[in-house]
């Protein structure tokens, strides 16, 4: 939604949108119980296994954190590369993340918290926690700026109201686990844009 915002100039993030009871969510890096790694920093010319481009909390959020801290983050074959950078890796799947971190294939992980809660103990029990991003909506309805208001009310109104009954329930339901809508609040508008510099400049490095 930010990279569409950023080009068309006219989305209006309105609506908030509640998924399995979670509004917000971040992602955690990890590394392997032993490892010397306890900040950010400390992966500079180290390799960091992430799922996929497409995903955000294993892809997005985990560069946009290093881009804040300065660390540039490149693909594992990328020649010529700055060798304080942080280079990646796609794993595809989050277990396969923390197998990879866990066997060496890897010095570092990072994904959702909700990815980190489900890994079996086993595994779990052999990694740890260095790092946190800055939590972030967990999706956004926006809407263009030129529709018309009584369109956009009407828009609103309905989507607020859906969780109200049997019916909305379960067609929210079926839009992968959605709980709700919620309206969005100024601070909340607020730290969804303050998001967009860092996730869009990330994105196109």
């Known amino acids: 939604m930010l990279a569409l915002r950023e080009r068309s100039r006219s989305l209006d993030p309105a609506l908030l949108i509640v998924r399995r009871g979670q509004r917000d969510y971040l992602s955690v890096f990890f590394t392997r119980e032993a490892s010397s790694i306890q900040k950010l920093a400390d992966l500079r010319g180290r390799t960091l296994v992430l799922q996929a481009i497409r995903s955000t909390s294993a892809f997005a959020l985990p560069r946009a954190e290093l881009a804040r801290a300065g660390i540039p983050l490149v693909a594992a074959d990328e020649a010529g590369a700055d060798p304080g950078s942080v280079r990646y890796v796609l794993a595809l ?100 844009l303050d998001w967009a510099p860092v996730l869009l400049t990330s994105r196109n490095r």
Do not use: Y
């Open 93 to 192: 799947a989050e277990v396969n993340q923390a197998v990879w971190v866990l066997h060496g294939k890897g010095d570092a992980g990072a994904f959702n918290e909700g990815d980190w809660a489900a890994l079996p103990e086993k595994i779990r029990s052999q990694l740890r926690i260095f790092a946190r991003s800055r939590p972030i909506q967990r999706g956004l309805i926006a809407f263009r700026g030129d529709l018309q208001a009584a369109t956009r009310q009407k828009l609103e109104q309905a989507m607020l109201g859906l969780h109200e009954d049997e019916a909305g329930r379960a067609a929210l339901a079926r839009a992968s686990g959605v709980t709700r809508f919620e309206r969005l609040t100024p601070a909340a508008k607020q730290a969804v």
